[in-house]
Nanobody, 125 residues
């Protein structure tokens, strides 16, 4: 599986961005796809995830109510709509995919097998 993340950029606080993760390779619809973010010197942090085969979604408390993850299996695409952005959302955002993940492992970046290259999101105050 190959993942390509895009859509990052510079935005003012309160603004919006939409990130996209395009996948190629094996059967996309069965994969769990997550978004993680990372700032220098910190551990990669869970943001949101969407399951394959049904599309259940989960969010970190810090983004719940502001971000929305969705998928289009016909296009092998997962998007992350980010609204009401805050300076604390500034990070490199990565999409990741995996299969066979149990509920307790969805937020753990080490459980994911495939990673995109990352896209920078910068929110100015």
């Amino acid at each position: 599986v190959q993942l390509q993340a895009s859509g990052g950029g510079l935005v003012q606080a309160g603004g919006s961005l939409k990130l996209s993760c395009a996948a190629s390779g094996r059967t996309f619809r069965t994969l769990t796809v997550g978004w993680f973010r990372q700032t220098p010197g910190k551990e990669r942090e869970f943001v949101a995830v969407i399951r394959g085969n049904g599309g259940a979604t989960y969010y970190s408390n810090s983004v719940k109510g502001r971000f929305t993850i969705s998928r289009d299996n016909t296009k092998n695409m997962v998007t992350l709509q980010m609204n009401s952005l805050e300076p604390e959302d500034t990070a490199v955002y990565y999409c990741a995919a995996g299969s066979g993940l149990i509920l307790s492992s969805l937020r753990l970046h080490r459980q994911y097998d495939y990673w995109g290259q990352g896209t920078q999101v910068t929110v100015s105050s």
